[in-house]
């Protein structure tokens, strides 16, 4: 059977961009359709401005500190539309890069939603034809989760709307305890609202190591959020300009804005995928082997639609690791061990590999190198934020399998750090390694003392 394509991708977000150029590149006949703007999540609504806003966001508290370094700054004033112009403008400019590059390599973009009508073709759904193709590639993403049985859902915005927003609120409620949650938090904080975090938990970022779970907790706190625990929001009601939130623990909170981020499911809605026979998760996921094939043996999903591991580099190396297996000759799999993720909150998080409980669960003997200080720059600021520093070694051969960092520039200090445990590099390897003075990352390489429980200090 002649097919229309060789290769259809459906969304042209992080994963399908970089599959659909490699194997256009490889000479297949390549379309993508997509339905809102190239580039998807990452660069439209997720990474790209939320960075931009955590930007944004930490200029009040530079300015504060620059006078304990003798700057005097009478008037300082943040323009939320000038800010939002330029941002929105820049995102403009990447999205306009993405298609470019996209069309480039030779492949035709279509602007319009995909279905699936069978297994082998597809509705485009603005102008209603069909197409068909030999192999088809689900890269759709994911979308935020509003909770249906919260009466007055449709008052709360998500994650999508913040990046929309005419305003800085006076107060927002954010329910949540994610990385998100988090982030919007510590942004919306640093611009001046009034922030109160709802959630159901006991310490924020669950998933994530226990100390940095509780330095990021305290942080949060001391930086002026007001954290609600174990409590989870049931009704929304509008009154008197305000939306008015109550709690299940009794409790009733009142915000100019309400930001549901309580997670993302994958975006399989309305995509068909039974009419093409296409297996799913519980969770609604598309069910990938490790070569990102889906239960029909042509087509096949990557990014947050399988919802491994959801993040933008992991579903650029799928998109790209698809392409090499099926279009370029080169059978590849994507590791997802050891990849380095980062909460961009104030201060921020870097981390890779396995927290403590997890490195204790798969290895049973582990030992823990700990600091906590203050970073250099803030003796004269006089700011109280602390650096924490972890690194987690399994004690067996010394290998360091997880290394943790709340601190000023985290991120980009576990980037660097993220070669060296993907290499396998161990505890001895850190400590041959010269510190540079004066920096925080160097506290690394000078950890000397395994970290003694205070439950099995000798007295
Ligand atoms: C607020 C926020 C902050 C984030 N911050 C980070 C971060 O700091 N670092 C990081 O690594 N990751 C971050 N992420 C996650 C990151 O954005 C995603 O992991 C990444 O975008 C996933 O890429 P993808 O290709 O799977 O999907 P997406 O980038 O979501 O692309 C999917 C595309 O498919 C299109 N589409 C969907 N269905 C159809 C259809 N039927 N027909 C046509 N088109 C369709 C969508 O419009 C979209 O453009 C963040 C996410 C959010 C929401």
Not at 135 to 161: C, H, Y
Not at 333 to 355: N, Y
């Amino acid at each position: 059977m002649a097919f229309d394509y060789d290769l259809f991708v459906i969304g042209a977000g992080s994963g399908g961009v970089r599959a659909s150029r490699l194997a256009a590149m490889a000479g297949a006949k390549v379309t993508v359709a997509e339905e809102y703007r190239a580039g998807g999540t990452c660069v439209v609504r997720g990474c790209i401005p939320k960075k931009y806003m955590v930007y944004a966001s930490e200029f009040g508290r530079a300015i504060e500190h620059a006078k304990g370094y003798g700057w005097s700054v009478d008037t300082a004033t943040y323009d939320h539309n000038l800010f939002m112009d330029r941002m929105h403008r820049e995102i403009d400019r990447l999205s306009g890069i993405y298609a470019r590059n996209v069309r480039n390599a030779g492949v035709e973009i279509i602007e319009e939603r995909a279905e699936f009508v069978d297994a082998h073709t597809l509705k485009l759904m603005t102008s209603g034809r069909t197409v068909t193709a030999q192999k088809i590639l689900i890269a759709t993403g994911g979308s935020p989760i509003m909770p249906k049985n919260v009466e007055g859902i449709d008052l709360a915005i998500s994650s999508n709307e913040m990046f929309r927003l005419d305003a800085i609120p006076g107060h927002i409620v954010i329910v949540g305890g994610g990385y998100i949650a988090v982030e919007f938090a510590a942004i919306m904080n640093g611009l001046g609202a009034r922030v109160c975090i709802v959630y159901r938990g006991e310490t924020v970022l669950r998933g994530f190591d226990d100390d940095v779970r509780t330095h990021v907790h305290d942080e949060l706190k001391r930086k002026g959020v007001k954290v609600i625990t174990n409590a989870s929001p049931t009704r929304i009601v509008k009154a008197g300009g305000k939306l008015s939130m109550a709690l299940s623990n009794g409790e009733s909170v009142t915000a100019d804005n309400v930001l549901f981020a309580v997670g993302r499911e994958p975006y399989t809605r309305g995509l068909g995928l039974d009419k093409a026979g296409v297996k799913v998760n519980d969770k609604g996921a598309v069910v990938v082997d490790d070569y990102s094939r889906a239960s029909v043996p042509h087509i096949f999903a990557v990014g947050d639609v399988t919802d491994r591991l959801n993040l933008t580099p992991v579903a650029i190396r799928e998109g790209q690791a698809f392409a090499q297996t099926e279009f370029m000759n080169m059978p590849t799999q994507f590791d997802h061990a050891g990849v380095p993720h980062a909460v961009f909150a104030q201060p921020p998080v870097g981390i890779v590999g396995l927290s403590e409980a997890d490195a204790r669960q798969k290895f049973g003997r582990v030992d823990i190198y700990k600091t906590r200080f203050r970073p250099m720059k803030d003796i004269l600021t006089g700011d109280e934020e602390r650096v924490l520093m972890k690194v987690v070694v399994r004690a067996e051969d010394e290998r360091v399998v997880g290394v943790h960092i709340v601190g000023p520039d985290a991120p980009e200090i576990i980037q660097a750090v993220a070669i060296a445990v993907k290499m396998g590099a161990t505890k001895p390897d850190f400590d041959r390694t010269c510190a540079l003075h004066p920096s925080i990352a160097e506290e690394l390489v000078t950890l000397r003392d395994k970290f003694v429980p205070p439950e099995l200090k000798p007295v």
